[in-house]
């Protein structure tokens, strides 16, 4: 079976919200089915036939061809299967997913992979801030699950991370793993600044040495048993994090946030 | 059933069912995974006394443990679930906790998970710092010469215990060298331990005691010593009886690794003193697993 493709005819002035058109909620559905689901675009709905052609039948998975960066909430609540998003993505992008996978070969906007529980996200290009962070007045981030971005991520990424990964190749913004509750960021570029601020617990493990507030405290270099294990566990990306040339296992580790209690970590490779 | 002069009884071992599990140690060498594996495994040889049978399985090369380091893999064998949690978590507590530089990892995938470094956690004090890699929890416990990995479950599976086979020789060095090239071959054999010490058991017992305290007692019939005095199953030659017993994760692990045994015994044969096989047989009322010793050797 082919994949359900949903190629964009327009671009809309306004924003639309995606969420309806992910697997589990388009199991069994005709393409006319489909077609007639109605998607909230700014203030007024537009019907999927309206907005996209459809083609293609496996709803398990899904091609949204001629994304762009005003497509809210793909992939929302994404329970099971497979969701390809050939261009940008909007805000939202995999919103509280449950399971499955979703890749974008663009951009995305802020809150890509918020509240994220499980499943796999891979964004070719840059994400936008709030990376598998909160929503706004909510206590806990992503919960589960892996994040690739090979590029670079906006500010605040893993805000209120409770669990899972987030990897990203290229620089990560301002308040990396600000208030993270546990988990692991790992980032190749440059840090911007207060990495890890007000984190109570949770790992930011980094290729280079970032610029750290005075609530961070040295606790002296040391070689890990556990860097080895989440190396290899990243053998099976499509990414430079599965090059073995870019493990180590020998790190400078920073504790804090000292404020929070000081059982996060900040692991800084040494050469 | 002759084997190069050495006669296979027609008896068969009774072994009976178990709960097994696996645990893989490493270390920065072979050396010091090898001590912590040793200690873990000690004073295991019988679960009537020990609380759980266990033994080293085999050693590990670095391309084949978790961590890329030596290791070492072993085996505990209890009555029950309960029992073997217990054990397994008492001798991790004292015996890869604290040997310098080891980890602790899963040997058995699946099935009902078993307490490995979850509890143990909490030594770190609140320092501790969970880890889930590839779908497996790990915990980094902060001991004082760095961290000490350990997975925090490992699984639990139906095994069986107390296949054994008897070595009968005309003196004790033959019957020991006997049943040194037996553990020698089934110690290449995956799934079995041979828990007493050296793999070889000097002192098989026999159902019940004319002390009513006691369950077991010397297998008098086995005993060269007393030949003249008790109904002996000993003919005048033989000097001296070993046993070796083996737990595994199933009876077709057992049987492979009686047959290498026996194999094994008999390639030094009635040239080097050998002159009977035998197995303990209780009648058939020890367990359900019962281990025929010229099937195997057919």
């Known amino acids: ?271 | 059933m002759i084997i190069n002069g050495v006669s296979i009884d027609k008896t068969f071992a009774e072994a009976f069912p178990m709960k097994g599990t696996r645990a893989i140690i490493t270390a920065q060498n072979e050396k010091w995974a090898l001590i912590s594996a040793q200690a873990m495994t000690g004073f295991a040889t019988s679960v009537i006394a020990c609380g759980c049978e266990a033994g080293i399985e085999r050693i590990l090369t670095p391309e084949e443990t978790p961590d890329g380091r030596p290791g070492v893999s072993i085996m505990i064998f209890a009555m029950g679930a309960k029992g073997l949690a217990k054990q397994l978590e008492t001798r991790a507590g004292q015996c890869v906790l604290t040997s310098p530089t080891s980890a602790l990892f899963a040997g058995i995938e699946g099935g009902k998970q078993l307490p490995l470094g979850k509890n143990l956690r909490y030594f770190g004090d609140g320092f501790q710092i969970a880890k889930k890699i590839a779908g497996k929890r790990y915990w980094r416990v902060p001991v004082m010469d760095g961290e000490f990995l350990t997975e925090a479950t490992t699984g639990m599976v139906d095994a069986v215990g107390g296949g054994n086979f008897l070595v009968l020789a005309e003196s004790q060095p033959q019957a020991l060298a006997a049943c040194e090239a037996a553990i020698v071959e089934m110690q290449k054999i995956p799934n079995v331990i041979m828990p007493f010490p050296g793999g070889v058991v000097r002192s098989g017992s026999k159902v019940g005691s004319k002390y009513p305290a006691l369950g077991a007692s010397t297998n008098d019939a086995f005993c060269p010593t007393l030949k003249g005095i008790t109904k002996t199953d000993l003919s005048p030659e033989i000097e001296s009886v070993m046993e070796i017993v083996i737990d595994g994760l199933s009876k077709e692990d057992i049987d492979k690794a009686m047959r290498v045994g026996i194999q094994a015994v008999c390639d030094l044969g009635a040239a080097n003193g050998i002159k009977r096989i035998s197995a303990g047989n209780y009648g058939g009322k020890l367990g359900p697993f019962h281990f025929h010793l010229q099937e195997i050797m057919a």
């Open chain 1, 1 to 271: 079976m082919s994949a359900l493709t949903f190629t964009l005819k327009r671009q809309p002035a306004q924003r639309v919200d995606m969420s309806p058109l992910v697997c589990q909620k388009l199991a069994g559905l005709e393409l006319s089915q489909i077609g007639a689901i109605e998607l909230q675009n700014g203030k007024s709905k537009v019907r999927v036939a309206d907005l996209f052609n459809i083609s293609g039948s496996n709803s398990q998975n899904i091609v949204i061809a001629d994304s762009f960066n005003k497509l809210d909430f793909i992939g929302k609540e994404l329970d099971g299967g497979n969701i390809t998003v050939q261009g940008d993505a909007g805000a939202y992008l995999g919103m509280q997913m449950k399971s499955g996978q979703i890749k974008v070969t663009g951009s995305t906007g802020i809150y890509a992979a918020c509240e994220l529980k499980n499943g796999f996200l891979e964004i070719d290009g840059n994400a936008g801030d709030f990376l598998g962070g909160a929503l706004p007045g909510n206590k806990q981030g992503m919960k589960g699950g892996t994040i690739l971005v090979k590029g670079n991520v906006g500010a605040r990424a893993g805000d209120h991370m409770r669990r899972g990964q987030i990897l990203i190749e290229g620089n990560v913004g301002d308040y990396c793993g600000s208030r993270m509750l546990a988990g692991t960021i790992a980032v190749m570029g440059q840090t911007g600044r207060f990495p890890g601020y007000a984190m109570s617990r949770g790992t930011l493990l980094l290729w280079n040495q970032p610029q750290l507030s005075a609530t961070f405290n040295d606790c002296g270099s040391h070689t890990l048993s556990f860097l080895p294990l989440l190396f290899a566990s990243f053998k099976s990306l499509s990414s430079r994090f599965a090059d073995s040339s870019v493990a180590f296992n020998r790190v400078q580790r920073y504790g804090g946030d000292m404020t929070e209690g000081g059982r996060g970590e900040v692991l800084v490779k040494l050469a």
